[in-house]
């Protein structure tokens, strides 16, 4: 089993449904985001993490948005380590909230 998980922009955008890869609720999505924006709010919130700016998401294989390479910690699993970052990047980035 892998010791990280990726993190693409995509998985936090209110701009994108589940089908074009959201994976958290509509109402824990956040504005436009950056790698640099993913990294830093997984750092705040503990984790070790390494930005990838030339890679691009499967389902959106035309945008070069890169991700992010987080280190798992024990007892947090993707999905509520991803809720836990959209709801920091709400809290650190005020220009992210959804209007």
Known sequence: MADHFYVYPAYLSHDATRALGRRVP?????????VEDILVAARSLGFTAEAEPDKQYPRRFYRYEGRVKVAKQAGTTKATFLVRL??????????????
Do not use: N, Y
């Open 26 to 34: 509509q109402s824990s999505a956040v504005g436009p985001i950056t």
């Open 86 to 99: 959209a709801e920091e990047l709400k809290k650190t980035h005020p220009a992210h909230r959804k209007s």
